[in-house]
């Protein structure tokens, strides 16, 4: 398996938590952090598989530090590069966008040649509508701190088993 470039934020604390266990849970030497508040261009396409940490923020935004970076992915070729996001929400108290982000940021990703994996059910959560969702899956791993922190650390574990087996 190709090397796999993690990016989240690392001040952003809920998904520095879950960019954490997902490097706890692949227990090797195969993943790097990256910044993503930071990140270049050459080091985002210095990877064939990538994780990106995309959390939901206001109503339904990307963080600005994505936001920032979009016209940078606009630019380049992701053609046969493999990405597994995970998004932060908050599925009660934005229950119309929920993981918003997720969508967002999966629909630029392919319009660039992005294969987009680790799709997760969305059985188990109560919202209204979100742009993460298609065919009754989220486009990545769906996390909400404020309602179901509990099973965290249940759906990282699968999660990771799930886009190990992906990535390859």
């Known amino acids: ?36 508040e930071t990140v270049t261009k050459e080091q985002f396409l210095s990877y064939e598989n990538l994780i990106l940490g995309v959390p939901t923020w206001f109503e339904g935004e990307l963080p600005s530090y994505w936001d920032e970076f979009g016209p940078a992915i606009e630019d380049m070729n992701l053609k046969g590069k493999k990405f597994a996001l995970f998004g932060l929400g908050d599925q009660e108290g934005y229950p119309e966008n929920f993981v918003d982000a997720l969508g967002i940021m999966t629909q630029l990703l392919e319009s660039k040649g992005a294969v987009i994996i680790g799709l997760t059910s969305t059985k188990g959560y109560v919202f209204e509508s979100s742009k993460a969702v298609r065919n009754n899956q989220f486009l990545g791993l769906a996390i909400d701190f ?15 088993e799930q886009i190990k087996s992906e990535f390859n």
């Open 1 to 36: 398996m190709n090397k796999i470039g993690l990016f989240y934020s690392f001040k952003s604390n809920k998904t520095k938590k879950i960019a954490e266990l997902i490097l706890e849970e692949f227990g090797n030497k195969l993943i790097e952090s990256v910044n993503s």
């Open 146 to 160: 404020e309602t179901q922190a509990k099973k965290n650390m249940q759906r990282v574990k699968a999660w990771v």
